[in-house]
């Protein structure tokens, strides 16, 4: 994708940081959003919030962005206070929320024509760039059609469109494809990964795994507003143990019975498997798994397939979220 810019990028250095935050506190009331949350994120990466509802994911995004003052804790985007520079800040970014931030009413070139005068462009130069947005984001053959007639991932390509009508130097994405079909997931992740070949720093929040696991070289995990690992996606899966037994049961009324004689045996909660009667675990080592198995078939559990593996995002998230509720652990992977 080539969204030339119309504003000159700061200067940044190898190593430079677009965004850094360190002990960001956000409460409602007696809820603590954001728990002590630190955060680097190297200039020029796509770096992913990962976190169930309710987990602080969009609160944090607020702070950064300025949309919300942080409680305590500081916070810098592309070395801007947030609190001290907020106009600084807000010149250097942009962002699109989870909902479509369109008029309905009018077609798609009229809405980032209307968004470029906004910005100072004047007739024939808002013409210009909403014309450049639409065929970066292959919005073209529909930019005379009115936004209400546009498909969800229709909407959602142009709602990014619209935040990019002058290139920002960080942008931050709250949930950038919730509700889409897969096709239409996957048209925004080609978008989002041109956008940051050509030098944009991205912070995206998601629910969706595969998601971070597919855009992010750095994930951040968190979990009741605090956050409980950080890595890659391969450090991430190699802390969560050596091996994951997946397990698939010939009767599925006994899996019930099954996950507790892998937990037992394994020390692990048991995962059940989006199909049929299936159970993944933590298993450690193959000698432990050998013993959950023959465990399993010591007690008249038949097996229609099982086999040891690298866990999943899924996995790691479950593993990750389970350990943090017991004992509130953070954990850093990686440098």
Request: hydrophobic fraction near 45%; avoid cysteine; charge should be negative.
């Amino acid at each position: 994708m080539n969204v030339s810019p119309v504003n000159q990028p700061v200067p940044t250095g190898p190593g430079a940081l677009a965004i850094s935050a360190r002990g960001l506190v956000k409460s409602f009331g007696k809820v603590r959003a954001v728990d002590g949350i630190d955060l680097d994120v190297p200039a020029g990466m796509i770096f992913a919030i990962l976190g169930p509802n309710g987990a602080g994911k969009t609160t944090l995004m607020r702070m950064l962005a300025t949309l919300a003052r942080p409680d305590r804790g500081s916070a810098t985007v592309m070395g801007h206070d947030v609190e001290q520079a907020p106009h600084e800040v807000r010149g250097a970014i942009a962002m699109t929320g989870q909902f479509a931030s369109l008029d309905e009413d009018l077609t798609g070139r009229e809405n980032l024509v209307l968004l470029a005068r906004l910005w100072g462009f004047r007739g024939r130069a808002a013409k210009t760039r909403a014309g450049e947005l639409l065929a970066a984001f292959g919005l073209a053959e529909a930019a005379t059609r009115q936004v209400k007639d546009y498909s969800g991932g229709m909407r959602r390509r142009l709602d990014i469109a619209a935040s990019l009508v002058v290139t920002p130097d960080v942008l931050f994405l709250d949930e950038p494809t919730t509700g889409l079909d897969p096709s239409a997931r996957k048209d925004v992740w080609r978008m989002i990964r041109g956008l940051a070949a050509s030098g944009v720093t991205i912070l995206l929040t998601t629910q969706y795994l595969e998601e971070a696991d597919q855009l992010a070289a750095r994930i951040a995990v968190i979990d009741h507003g605090r956050k409980i690992a950080e890595g890659t996606s391969r450090q991430l899966k190699a802390a969560t143990g050596t091996g994951v037994l997946h397990v698939a049961l010939a009767d599925g009324a006994r899996l019930g019975e099954a996950a507790a004689i892998l937990e037992h045996w394994l020390g692990h909660s048991a995962q059940p498997g989006s199909e049929g009667a299936q159970l993944s675990v933590s298993a450690g080592t193959a000698e432990a798994a050998s013993e959950a198995l023959a465990s399993l078939l010591a007690s008249g559990i038949e097996l229609s397939d099982f086999s040891m593996g690298q866990p999943s995002l899924d996995e790691v998230f479950f593993a990750l979220t389970a350990k943090s509720n017991q004992d509130g652990d953070r954990t850093e992977v990686g440098s």
